[in-house]
């Protein structure tokens, strides 16, 4: 059994900043990419960031420059550094591993339970 646990997310005033993590746990024997999507009230689910196992990176424009997207691959965690944040920032915030089961040849995706982060003065 895999599960990825999300956590960091809340309310914070605009231009604040807040750090999300996401660990999964379980039978793994290797992780590819990792990312972050994200849905606001009423929108579909976009991509925030995605890091390759490289360390290649990959963000939404409206994030660039604000957000970061980093791994710990000792700790099979992805983080979202996000600074700066905006209103327009609030949404449930997923995040995304394609892990690769001891046995199998396939990499299949997983998701997070998805954690709330609220931009509000």
């Known amino acids: 059994q895999v599960q990825l646990v999300e956590s960091g997310g809340g309310l914070v005033q605009p231009g604040g900043s807040l750090r999300l993590s996401c660990a999964a746990s379980g039978n793994i024997f290797s992780i590819n990419t990792m990312g972050w999507y994200r849905q606001a009230p009423g929108k579909q689910r976009e991509l925030v960031a995605t890091i390759s196992s490289g360390g290649s990176t990959i963000y939404a424009a409206s994030v660039k420059g604000r957000f970061t997207i980093s791994r710990d691959n000792a700790k099979n965690t992805v983080y979202l550094q996000m600074n700066s944040l905006k209103f327009e920032d609030t949404a449930v915030y997923y995040c995304?591993?394609?892990?690769?089961?001891?046995?199998?040849?396939?990499?299949?995706?997983?998701w997070g339970q998805g954690t709330q982060v609220t931009v509000s003065s």
């Open positions: 995304n591993q394609d892990l690769l089961r001891p046995g199998t040849t396939s990499y299949v995706r997983y």
